[in-house]
């Protein structure tokens, strides 16, 4: 039977007063009743406009009509044929500017929450199923070496231990699952949550090495000399911008990789001027700044998001600039630092601009103008600076033969290969700062085009 509600059920969260001194998750997931509710809102429409807006073509209607019938396993199977990180997904997908807006419920009221029901699906999957070993395709006998665990490196690894090759992901940190799991805070995706779909690659064959960078002393030449068949490079595009401005070098002025990977790894032993901080700044509006910001919360600051233009231009997802309002974060918009301020090398303030926004520029939004004379002072004694990352060279500048764009960014094809043979790319370190599932989109895409490139040899 059809639910004909047009409003989406409500997923149940944290109290913001309660949840601004705790890193447990806001969101906290569907019951079944919840989700077949939801499920039922599903017109199973013809033309499955949904699935067409998903990056990695995931048959939506088909697992959503499984939930609406209560077998919640074999929603996990449909969801599985495609997505190895269904619960990772179901929490930091933007739906909203995806699956959710081509829903033809959008329309005339709320989509169907296919995020909250992958989410359900996945977290009813690992509370109430074994782990399964999957039985890998008969062993092509070909190794494929995959450099950095985060979506993009995950995807081309389970994709190509399906087809039986020999898989094994080298990763720079100690823990795997890359910005997963040290970028994104844990009350939006929990750790735990990361582990848990990064054991299921391990069970399907997957060998996972961390503390094992590739740079210039392990080289891409030396995996191809170990054995290595073929190798795709996922390391990302993680190294912080520099505004440029005086006062960066104080005590208290952060990027936000940084200060991300000190929380999220370290909690327990964070150096004590995180946890001292009053006051603090986070220059940038993106969902980094956003993420930023709600830790510094949860750190016990009073704390303001200062960005140049307005939230309309925010590349934030909306539901995060909802929940750092609710958390009491203030927001100043069309304001922009001009320099840092401190006393004995410590940060004790932000001197910003007060700008307007002028024509567009190059990305399509209104370039940001200064109106001169506006200049003012907030006090502050931690700055995070979030205002965008870029490529690193560690593998480009000790490989030769693969090209990349001016800014970095390595150049592929259609299939993820690179200029060289048997070299293939993709996610961060190919398009530069994306999302999720566009990162598991080209690690997908990248398997089939180096089983081709194999089923050649
Ligand atoms: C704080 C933060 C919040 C975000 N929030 C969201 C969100 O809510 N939703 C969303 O869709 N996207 C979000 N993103 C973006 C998303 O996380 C990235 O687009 C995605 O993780 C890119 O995947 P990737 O596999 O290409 O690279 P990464 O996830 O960056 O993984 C690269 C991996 O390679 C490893 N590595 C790097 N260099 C080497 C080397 N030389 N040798 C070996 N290993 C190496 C790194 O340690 C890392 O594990 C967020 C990003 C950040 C930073
Ligand atoms: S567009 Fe919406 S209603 Fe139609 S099949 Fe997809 S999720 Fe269901």
Do not use: W
């Not at 996972?208 to 068949?229: C, E, H, I, N, Y």
């Amino acid at each position: 039977m059809i639910n004909l509600t047009r409003e989406r059920n409500e997923m149940p969260q944290q109290d913001s007063a309660v949840r601004c001194s705790n890193f447990g998750e806001v969101a906290l997931g569907f019951t079944q009743a919840d989700a077949i509710r939801e499920a039922m809102r599903c017109l199973n429409c013809r033309k499955k406009p949904c699935t067409t807006g998903c990056p990695v073509g995931m048959h939506i209607p088909a697992f959503i009509a499984k939930v609406a019938e209560g077998d919640f396993e074999g929603a996990y199977e449909e969801i599985s044929i495609v997505s190895c990180l269904p619960a990772v997904c179901g929490r930091v997908c933007a739906q909203e500017i995806q699956c959710e807006q081509q829903c033809v419920h959008a329309e005339n009221g709320e989509a169907v929450g296919i995020g909250r029901l992958e989410r359900f699906v996945a977290d009813y999957h690992a509370a109430h199923c074994a782990a399964t070993t999957e039985i890998a395709a008969k062993p092509s006998g070909k190794r494929v070496a995959v450099i950095g665990s985060g979506p993009a490196g995950i995807a081309c690894a389970g994709d190509l231990a399906k087809l039986g090759y020999a898989v094994t992901i080298f990763e720079r940190m100690q823990v795997a699952g890359g910005i997963l799991c040290y970028g994104i805070p844990e009350f939006c995706l929990p750790n735990e949550v990361v582990d848990r779909e990064i054991s299921a690659l391990r069970a399907e064959g997957v060998e996972l090495v961390t503390g094992a960078g590739v740079d210039a002393g392990r080289t891409v030449d030396s995996l191809f000399a170990d054995g290595f068949a073929a190798v795709f490079v996922g390391n990302g595009a993680e190294v912080p911008m520099e505004m440029h401005i005086p006062g960066e070098e104080l005590s208290g002025v952060y990027n936000a990789n940084d200060y991300l990977t000190q929380i999220n790894l370290n909690r327990d032993e964070l150096p004590s001027a995180y946890r001292q901080c009053k006051r603090a700044v986070i220059v940038g509006c993106g969902n980094v700044a956003i993420d930023a910001a709600r830790c510094a919360r949860r750190m016990g600051a009073e704390v303001t998001i200062v960005y140049r233009r307005t939230l309309a231009e925010s590349p934030a997802r909306l539901e995060e600039i909802h929940h750092a309002q609710e958390e009491d974060i203030a927001f100043r918009l069309l304001t922009n630092p001009v320099a840092f301020i401190g006393e004995n090398g410590k940060l004790t303030g932000v001197k910003c601009v007060q700008m307007a926004l002028g024509e567009p520029d190059e990305s399509g939004r209104r370039r940001p103008v200064e109106i001169s004379g506006s200049e003012f002072v907030i006090p502050a004694d931690t700055v995070v600076l979030s205002i965008g990352t870029s490529f690193s060279d560690d593998i480009t500048a000790n490989t030769e033969g693969v090209s990349t764009g001016k800014r970095g960014g390595i150049d592929v094809d259609d299939c993820g290969a690179t200029s060289r043979p048997g070299v293939f790319a993709g996610g961060d370190a190919v398009t530069g700062p994306a999302t999720v599932v566009a990162a598991m989109g080209a690690g997908k895409r990248a398997a089939a085009g180096i089983h081709q490139y194999l089923s050649k040899k």
